[in-house]
């Protein structure tokens, strides 16, 4: 069946470090990945998306990283902020699916100071 | 540009009841789709409507029913509520219905009691 699953559910980094952030998506017809972000009491927040026919994509501190081969996608944040606690969700798509997306099922990112 | 707005933010109602909620996308964008957000199962699918027809629906009992309207402007309703539907009902809206970067509100809270 169709499941797109995050290895960590708590990631804990220091202030300006780096993070990562992990997912597995199981569906080889996926080819559109999004990641949000939500913090509490608010909706998920886009951050950046990719399609497969991209295996990497950069926005403002973040880069998404796309392995077809071995279904895997990465959330790397650079230089980490308070600011970027949350919990961080992957999620899938597939053509003819319209808009529907599959979430896994979130990473806790906390920093500390 | 408002974002996406969800009414009522809050809502409390007991089991046998029905409930209506409410989502304006963001001006523009035509089609809407629905989440339910549960600590057990994560984010989960409703339905997208896109230009007043339900374009994609969900593993979800009958009593979750949808429509948008022709401003794009959408509700969802559950009738015979029960003490599992308690969760964050998210709606999220974008441009077209075909893969497109979506944008969520702030979700609206029911609880059933």
């Known amino acids: 069946g169709e499941s797109v699953g995050l290895h960590l559910p708590t990631l804990s980094v220091q202030e300006g470090d780096n993070s990562i952030i992990n997912c597995a998506y199981s569906?080889?017809?996926?080819?559109?990945f999004i990641w949000y972000k939500q913090e509490s009491g608010k909706g998920p927040q886009f951050i950046i998306d990719i399609r497969s026919n991209m295996d990497k994509r950069q926005g403002q501190r973040v880069t998404v990283l796309l392995n077809k081969t071995v279904k895997h996608l990465s959330l790397q944040i650079a230089a980490t902020q308070p600011g970027d606690s949350a919990v961080y969700f992957c999620?899938?798509?597939?053509?003819?699916?319209?808009?529907?997306?599959?979430f896994g099922t979130g990473t806790q990112l906390k920093v500390e100071l | 540009k408002a974002g996406v707005t969800q009414t009522p933010r809050y809502l409390i109602k007991t089991r046998g009841q029905q409930v209506t909620l409410s989502c304006s996308p963001i001006?523009?964008?035509?089609?809407v789709s629905w989440y339910q957000q549960t600590p057990g199962q994560g984010l989960q699918f409703l339905f997208e409507?896109?230009?007043?027809?339900?374009?994609n629906k969900g593993n979800f009992p009958g009593r979750f029913s949808g429509r948008q309207f022709s401003n794009s402007r959408s509700e969802m309703n559950v009738s015979t509520l029960e003490l599992g539907d308690s969760a964050l009902y998210l709606c999220?809206?974008?441009?077209?219905?075909?893969?497109?970067?979506?944008?969520f509100g702030p979700g609206t809270r029911l609880l059933v009691l």
């Open positions: 001006s523009g964008h035509r089609s």
């Open positions: 569906n080889s017809a996926s080819d559109y």
């Open positions: 409507y896109f230009s007043e027809t339900q374009r």
């Open positions: 999220a809206s974008s441009f077209y219905s075909n893969q497109e970067t979506q944008y």
């Open positions: 999620a899938e798509s597939r053509m003819g699916g319209g808009n529907k997306l599959t």
